[in-house]
């Protein structure tokens, strides 16, 4: 059996005054996190969590921080896990890695000294297989986030290799 990762870093550091409470709480369980000289860098060996579980105590403590609009993260658990919230159950989100760039958005969008963020991501399997290699990148603005895998990438060089009449067809 082949053991699939994905390795991912997020760059530059992310200043720790520019992260809502809950964004932390969250980001923290996402990614491994570590702490230096005010800021936080957050990465992972093996690949972002895509189900983690939060306290309910801290997800309440970390929401007093937030105000309407400054984080979809809150506004997600606020409209989807209210009754949680008030429980003492922890709260389980499912699904992360469909919200971690927005988080990684709205501390840009609230940050002036923060124009944008990296995610760089290899994408690596236990066996040499032809479908356990490759990676993306992404590049997270105020306004855009942009993201194109290896395969996106040789699909565009396959057609400008045809398009050149380099070669017939691409393997894509």
């Known amino acids: ?52 579980f939060l306290p309910a105590g801290d997800v309440r403590a970390a929401l007093d921080a937030v105000t309407p609009g400054t984080s979809r993260l809150a506004q997600k658990l606020l409209d989807e896990q ?30 002036p000294d923060l124009d944008h963020l990296t995610v760089t991501m290899a994408f690596t399997c236990s066996k040499m297989r032809p479908d356990g290699f490759g990676g993306l990148a992404m590049l997270i603005t105020a306004e855009t986030i942009r993201s194109e895998s290896t395969n996106m990438l040789f699909d565009r060089f396959y057609q400008e290799a045809q398009a050149n009449r380099e070669i017939a067809h691409g393997d894509s």
């Open 1 to 52: 059996m082949a053991d699939y990762y994905t390795p991912t870093v997020v760059e530059p550091f992310i200043p720790l005054g520019a992260m809502l409470p809950i964004e932390r709480l969250f980001l923290a369980q996402v990614f491994d996190e570590e702490i230096a000289d005010g800021t936080a860098y957050y990465y992972s060996e093996e690949g972002a969590n895509d189900l983690i």
């Open 82 to 111: 209210v009754h949680t919230i008030l429980g003492e159950d922890d709260i389980e989100l499912d699904m992360c890695g469909d919200l971690w760039a927005d988080v990684l958005q709205d501390i840009v969008r609230r940050t």
